[in-house]
């Protein structure tokens, strides 16, 4: 069976430094994957998606770059956070026919102080 | 532009009661639908899917939703509540090849004893 996996699950940076978020699905070949953000008493924003390795699609400009170094391997980055980068992040993975659901992560929780 | 409201930020039912919680879509094409529940620090579950077919779809843990294309709805539903189903409950729709998702804000259910 799939399953996937984020980390580290929760996160505590200073304003300015680097981060990196990474999530690994298991059990499946070329899923699309996604990253979101969800703020406190807010839905989820798309964050990236992205359809294979090295294709990342933006949703929204910001602070924020997405990777796909493997096939099952999706990373976040950033090269300096700032106080609005905090909030919980979620990966998703989906099969590649358009109607199946998107399955999600634990999620990390960063803070940034 | 698509979008997915859910009207009702935060209900409280007793346990055993019936629930309903509503959501409507605003989409040119037929959606995919698709109702989620989140646990506090957890990752979002798939409940239920809607894609095509029999508008009444079951999903996992007792719950059921019905597609109204007249009225732009998928709400959910529970015949009886327990305690456990206390969580955020978030209605998405995809739309295009990447099946990208809109979700909703989402609606805090409290389970009173």
């Known amino acids: 069976s799939q399953t996937i996996h984020q980390w580290p699950a929760t996160l505590v940076q200073p304003v300015g430094s680097p981060l990196s978020l990474e999530c690994t699905v298991e059990?499946?070949?070329?899923?699309?994957l996604y990253w979101y953000r969800q703020a406190a008493g807010r839905g989820l924003q798309l964050l990236f998606y992205?359809?294979?390795?090295?294709?990342i699609s933006s949703e929204v400009p910001q602070n924020l770059s997405a990777s796909r170094p493997q096939d099952r391997q999706f990373i976040l980055s950033s090269k300096k956070l700032l106080l609005s980068d905090s909030g919980f992040y979620l990966c998703?993975?989906?099969?590649?026919?358009?109607?199946?659901?998107?399955?999600f992560g634990d999620g990390t929780r960063l803070s940034i102080l | 532009a698509q979008s997915v409201t859910q009207p009702d930020i935060h209900i409280t039912v007793s346990e055993g009661a019936s629930l309903e919680l509503r959501c409507n879509y605003s989409?040119?094409?037929?959606?995919?639908l698709f109702w989620y529940v989140q646990s506090p620090g957890q990752g979002l579950q798939l409940l239920l899917k809607?894609?095509?077919?029999?508008?009444l779809v079951q999903g996992i843990k007792g719950f059921e939703a019905e597609f109204k294309r007249s009225q732009s709805s998928f709400n959910l539903r529970k015949p009886s509540v327990h305690w456990s189903d206390a969580a955020e409950y978030f209605c998405a729709v995809g739309r295009g090849a990447t099946n990208k998702l809109i979700f909703g804000t989402g609606t805090l259910l409290a389970v009173q004893p």
């Open positions: 989409y040119g094409a037929t959606p995919y």
């Open positions: 059990g499946t070949s070329n899923p699309n």
């Open positions: 809607y894609f095509s077919g029999d508008t």
């Open positions: 992205s359809v294979g390795i090295g294709q």
């Open positions: 998703a993975w989906r099969e590649g026919q358009p109607n199946q659901p998107q399955h």
